[in-house]
């Protein structure tokens, strides 16, 4: 299975004649293939050099992606790394989390990608939470949000923000948490 297009370029030469192209693509696990076409009448040589850079996924998606529905979500646990990919093939990522006390929780990531969407969703699918970040000059999106929660199930949502791919990494941890056990002051 030849599967569909996932990006085309076209480029044309400098007044040299010379083309120069240095491309980076985002992709999931898998077998792709890489073509050159001609344009208009147009003939030449060319050379090409591929490598590869793995995104060390949490959780390696193959295809348009594995974790791209609330159905589909990884389970994640609290106090802990996770890294991901929003891929020119894979537009989106959901996590599955839960919260064992209501109180306000801490959600930092880091993402070289120029924007995205991160949404925490409830146990239903209704949006609770959505932010849009961009990265600005750094190329790096950094964040640092705290998002109140009751004890629960809960979905995060790492989502593509126009065409932009990248890798990211996040957690989500404890900020200011009522224990579900606590009972007021003790002497």
């Known amino acids: 299975d030849m599967g569909g297009l996932i990006k085309n370029y076209y480029y044309s030469a400098s007044t040299a004649g010379q083309i120069s192209v240095n491309e980076t693509l985002d992709l ?3 077998t792709y293939y890489f073509g050159v076409r001609q344009r208009g009448d147009y003939t030449g040589n060319y050379n090409f050099k591929v490598s590869f850079s793995s995104a060390d996924e949490s959780f390696i998606e193959t295809g348009t992606g594995t974790n791209n529905t609330l159905a589909e979500a990884e389970s994640i646990s609290i106090n802990t ?6 891929a020119e093939n894979d537009e989106k990522d959901f996590y599955k989390f839960s919260v064992d006390a209501k109180g306000e929780y801490s959600l930092t990531s880091s993402a070289k990608v120029h924007r995205l969407y991160l949404r925490v969703y409830d146990s239903t699918g209704n949006r609770l939470w959505t932010k849009s970040f ?9 964040v640092d949000e705290k998002i109140g929660l009751e004890k629960g199930t809960y979905y995060l949502g790492v989502e593509q923000n126009g065409n932009y791919t990248g890798n990211y990494s996040f957690m989500i941890t404890p900020f200011s948490v009522i224990p579900s056990d606590y009972t007021g002051l003790h002497k």
């Open 28 to 30: 999931t696990k898998g």
């Open 81 to 86: 790394t996770y890294k991901g990919q929003i």
């Open 134 to 142: 961009s990265s600005g000059s750094s190329g790096i999106v950094t």
